[in-house]
């Protein structure tokens, strides 16, 4: 079992910035960073493998936030930056038993076993 701690949400005007971290119980496999605004459904954001070495971004999210892990620490974190109301959602951190990232599959909310209890992240106009 594996349990994961989201923080560093809070309320940020429009093109600035965020750093959001997810401590996690123990070493872990894949992970990832999903959304979820009010009425919609939870949305990809970013993934990361188990070393650090392969990154998947969703296609608005790319050049705007940046996913990494510190495994000596078993924590995840997104930096995010350029911050528009469009990102304002509770943010959820997952992690995945399958040993092998697999980039065809990261998008998936099923591809994860573990998830956070989310932090909200608002930005003003």
């Known amino acids: 079992q594996v349990v994961l701690v989201e923080s560093g949400g809070g309320l940020v005007e429009a093109g600035g910035s965020l750093r959001l971290s997810c401590a996690a119980s123990?070493?872990?496999?894949?992970m990832g960073w999903f959304r979820q605004a009010p009425g919609k459904e939870r949305e990809f954001v970013a993934a990361i493998s188990r070393s650090g070495r392969d990154t998947n971004y969703a296609d608005s999210m790319k050049g705007r936030f940046t996913i990494s892990r510190d495994n000596a620490e078993n924590t995840l974190y997104l930096q995010m930056n350029s911050l528009k109301p469009d990102d304002t959602a509770v943010y959820y951190c997952?992690?995945?038993?399958?040993?092998?990232?697999?980039?065809?599959?990261?998008?998936?909310?099923?591809?994860?076993?573990?998830w956070g209890q989310g932090t909200q992240v608002t930005v003003s106009s």
């Open positions: 997952a992690a995945t038993s399958k040993p092998l990232y697999n980039s065809g599959s990261v998008y998936t909310l099923t591809y994860y076993d573990y």
């Open positions: 123990t070493r872990t496999y894949a």
